[in-house]
């Protein structure tokens, strides 16, 4: 019996909103039953017992790995699908020249014609979930429907998840994202992540994998919430969160936005190097700040997760011990290689590589293979729980007041080190022109320097120069405005190697940041912004850089930079804020100025 798939079962709420809309999607997409996911111990364990005998998930060694387990996504279905990323609102004017748009009611359409019957001989599980600390005031409930349980697992690690949401929710409110996921066929020609930010509302349909599939992520907690945060004054960023503690015990706090596997979740675990004894620095987000303007005039942030779905390869106890530490139990393993005896590995693992190992696809694999093991887009999905440097912060329902925001992209060449803007305008402007070369977080070229600003261009859920405008209009709102800067670890010599050791040592140019907050610390003005003088940069006891290269500013490359700049610009468009192309031609004056 199919059509009243719920007869017997009793559903955990009366709310007839949620009551009437999981109906008519269960109409639509016709699974064998619907299960309403409670979040409970007992639940997890029965989900994971599901997995497994599906082959969903493979168990990892249980005395070494408890409560980890594996899973192979489909190889056509490794990462984000930015070209098949939909913002569908009435005018394609409001997505903007950057997004992908569709209309509604095409979306809604064409769609409907993928779901219908997509889910008959599954389940379709309903995921209640809350993103932000259930009792914060800014918190959001979402409900996504899924035809997968490992994403209805994910959902379970990476948000509050079940009753803590339908609670929320209450019996009468209208208020949730309504969500709706099937993997269907997994054919990337029938593969659609589509947006309605006045609905409300995602469909995604066709993947199974990370920001395509977990829906309160990517697509609500960025793209919709930017959506919902530009019209209500507020701020929805893909930012990770840090507090840093000096040995007197006073406490900052930071956010970050890097672009995809830029280093967010690394700079968010950092353990300080030995010469900074006494500072500790704590994670509270990896991924995705709000900040709100609190009453005492300072910028607050939240991080609306509740789990890490982090890089895997490049992961081991030298570069991230926190996060080493935090995978050890309760993690689930997406796309990396394994042993035969149920461990985990990946490229940039400790210690030697196995002689063999299973690869991301299931396939036998040996040492010295042209072939990665890991999929560099291999991830680990941990709760918040696990992590030893957890900020106690992290389900504040008010936030953290933040003292700095950075942004860091990944730059071969060109960017220094470390920049300070001049002011908010100018940080706008830093953001806003923010380069970085592709990674494998989404498909398509990896390693091709991109404008990404705020990292948000995969993000934004609507026009960008809109958006870059509501940044700026952001400085009226913040009568006491964090400093802005910019930074670049990635920065290479011309033989291919780090100028800049990274990881823990990004600890010696948080504290100058630090300093610079509390006008601790002098700073050489150049026309890109300030720079710490010689010696302000701590660094005691660091190996493995090249500082004066890290740091240096070749004024002959900004002028190809300023004119890349000016490309990003055209393609923004008529809504790009006056204000940031002069900026760019103030710079460009300066810059001309002194290399001719
Ligand atoms: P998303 O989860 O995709 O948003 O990525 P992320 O910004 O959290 O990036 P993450 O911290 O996972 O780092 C991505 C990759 O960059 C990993 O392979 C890291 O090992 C590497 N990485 C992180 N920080 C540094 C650094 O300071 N220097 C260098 N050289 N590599 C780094
Ligand atoms: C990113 O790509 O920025 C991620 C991974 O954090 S995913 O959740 O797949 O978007
Ligand atoms: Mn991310």
């Known amino acids: 019996m199919r059509a009243s798939v719920e007869s017997g079962e009793k559903r955990p709420t009366s709310n007839p909103h949620l009551l009437a809309w999981v109906d008519e999607m269960a ?23 599901e997995a497994l005998k599906a082959g969903v998930l493979i168990p990892l060694d ?12 489909n190889p056509n279905d490794v990462a984000r699908v930015e070209h098949l990323t939909f913002i569908c609102t009435p005018t394609k004017d409001e997505a903007g020249p950057t997004n992908n748009w569709m209309a509604p009611q095409e979306a809604y359409q064409k769609l409907s014609g993928l779901y219908d019957g997509s889910m008959k001989g599954r389940t379709m599980y309903v995921v209640p979930y809350v993103m932000g600390p259930a009792r914060s005031p800014f918190a959001k409930v979402g409900i996504e429907l899924t035809d997968s349980v490992y994403v209805a697992l994910n959902m379970g690690i990476m948000t509050r998840m079940g009753k803590v949401a339908l609670d929320r929710l209450g019996a009468e409110s209208k208020e949730f994202n309504k969500g709706l996921h099937s993997v269907a066929d997994s054919n990337p020609d029938r593969r659609f992540i589509c947006h309605f930010p006045q609905d409300n509302a995602i469909w995604s349909v066709g993947s199974g994998y990370g920001g395509n599939a977990l829906l309160g992520k990517k697509c609500l907690a960025l793209r919709i919430a930017s959506y919902l945060a530009k019209s209500e004054g507020w701020l929805a960023e893909h930012m990770l969160i840090l507090e840093a503690e000096s040995p007197s ?29 006494g500072w500790k620095v704590r994670t509270v987000g990896d991924d995705i700040a709000w900040m709100r303007v609190g009453d005492d005039g300072r910028l607050w942030a939240v991080n609306p997760e509740y789990g890490y779905f982090g890089v895997a390869p490049g992961t081991n106890r030298k570069t991230n011990p926190n996060a080493m530490d935090t995978i050890k139990k309760d993690t689930l393993y997406t796309n990396v290689a394994r042993s035969k005896d149920g461990d985990v590995w990946w490229e940039g693992m400790d210690g030697e590589t196995p002689a063999e190992l299973i690869d991301w696809k299931g396939q036998p694999w040996k040492k010295g293979s042209s072939e990665k093991a890991a999929h560099p887009n291999s991830r680990f999905t941990a709760p918040v729980q696990n992590n030893p440097a957890l900020s106690p912060s992290y389900d ?22 470390v920049l300070q803007s001049l002011g908010w305008k100018h940080g706008v402007y830093l953001g806003a022109t923010m380069g970085s070369e592709t990674t494998a977080a989404a498909t398509g070229a990896v390693g091709v320097v991109r404008r990404d600003p705020m990292a948000m261009l995969p993000f934004c859920g609507y026009d960008m120069g809109t ?19 910019l930074v670049n670890w990635f920065r290479k010599s011309a033989d291919g190697k780090w100028l800049w050791p990274g990881y823990g040592d990004n600890m010696r140019v948080l504290k100058w940041m630090l300093d610079r907050c509390e006008g601790k610390v002098g700073a050489t003005e150049t026309p890109l912004g300030f720079t710490p003088k010689q010696g302000d940069l701590d660094v005691r006891g660091l190996e493995g850089a090249d500082v004066a290269a890290a740091t240096r500013i070749d004024l002959k490359e900004w002028v190809g930079e300023l004119d890349s700049q000016a490309e990003w610009f055209q393609k923004i468009g008529k809504t790009l804020p006056p204000v940031l192309e002069q900026q760019r031609q103030d710079l460009l004056k300066k810059v001309k100025a002194a290399t001719t």
């Open 467 to 485: 958006y870059l405008g509501h940044w700026l209009s952001m400085e009226k709102r913040i009568p006491k405005p964090p400093q802005v800067f």
């Open 396 to 417: 504040d329902p008010k936030g953290v007041p933040i003292s700095a925001i950075i942004f860091g992209g990944r730059r071969s060449t060109t960017v220094p080190l």
């Open 249 to 277: 015990g006073e406490k900052h706090y930071v956010a970050g936005a890097f672009p995809s596997a830029c280093g967010k979740t690394n700079f968010a675990m950092m353990i300080p190097p030995a010469q900074f004894q």
């Open 62 to 73: 249980q005395k070494k790995l408890p409560g980890c387990y594996f899973h192979h996504s």
């Open 27 to 49: 109409k639509m997409c016709k699974p064998d039953r619907v299960s309403w996911c409670d979040g409970s111990a007992e639940e997890k364990q029965r989900l994971t017992e």
